[in-house]
């Protein structure tokens, strides 16, 4: 990816070229069609992973993992996700804190890690990997994927290309009604086939009708269902769930 004093830059001089807007309808708007593929796609399907200590307060709870200096992030808890603690530190092999020792909890003012299993002292800390958005700005972006943003990006681009030319053929008389429709038809299947170079790149599977789908999946959680400790059925007890 070529570097430029605007980070973002490179995305757009990658994208003028595929949409080809002669009539300038969007371009104007092509950093926001960056941001929106970046911010809320490209990090849905390849969240931004990072790895931070978080110090011990002497009780069960802990606050929010942040970001480490100098890198971008930021925990969501309608986003983030936490993929493993390790405590304590530094252990060989790596000592791992158990999904069902752990939650995410919401007080009156905010959220907390809480350990059930575990009481970090101050003086010690757990590392937490865990995932965010990635930065709005594209600095955060895998070179390897820069092309299937700039795909993405552009798609969305064509559609508001395709919208704009139906806007114009339903305001018009005589032949231009026809060309400019005929135009918004090939906007939107250029989109659809440039969306298809995203999904492909990032593995998305896409339905017949050209949606992404992907395998179901239910997620629950067992202590709203039981409580926190749980219950033993027959040959399968709680600690080994």
Not at 122 to 135: D, F, K, L, P, Y
Not at 137 to 146: E, K, L, M, R, S
Not at 184 to 213: C, W
Request: aromatic share 8%; charged share 20%; with cysteine.
């Amino acid at each position: 990816m070529p570097i430029a004093s605007n980070p973002m830059q490179p995305f757009l001089d990658a994208i003028a070229p595929v949409i080809a807007d002669e009539m300038g309808w969007v371009t104007p708007s092509l950093p926001r069609f960056v941001q929106q593929t970046i911010t809320q796609r490209y990090s849905k399907d390849r969240p931004l992973e990072l790895v931070s200590d978080v110090a011990g307060t002497g009780t069960a709870y802990m606050p929010l993992p942040v970001a480490p200096v100098g890198q971008f992030g930021v925990f969501d808890p309608l986003f983030s996700e936490v993929k493993k603690i390790e405590y304590p530190i530094g252990q060989i092999p790596d000592e791992d804190v158990r999904s069902e020792d752990w939650e995410l909890y919401r007080s009156p003012t905010g959220y907390q890690l809480v350990l059930s299993a575990y009481v970090p002292q101050v003086g010690q800390s757990a590392r937490i990997t865990w995932t965010a958005r990635h930065a709005p700005d594209a600095t955060t972006v895998d070179p390897g994927d820069f092309y299937a943003v700039c795909d993405y990006a552009a798609s969305l681009a064509l559609e508001a290309m395709a919208a704009r030319a139906s806007q114009i053929g339903d305001s018009t008389m005589g032949a231009d009604t026809v060309n400019y429709r005929s135009k918004a038809q090939e906007f939107t299947s250029l989109a659809a086939k440039i969306r298809k170079r995203y999904y492909n790149h990032m593995g998305v599977d896409e339905a017949p009708s050209g949606v992404e789908s992907k395998a179901a999946i239910s997620v629950g959680n067992l202590r709203n269902i039981m409580g926190t400790a749980g219950v033993d059925r027959l040959v399968h007890g709680k600690d080994t769930r």
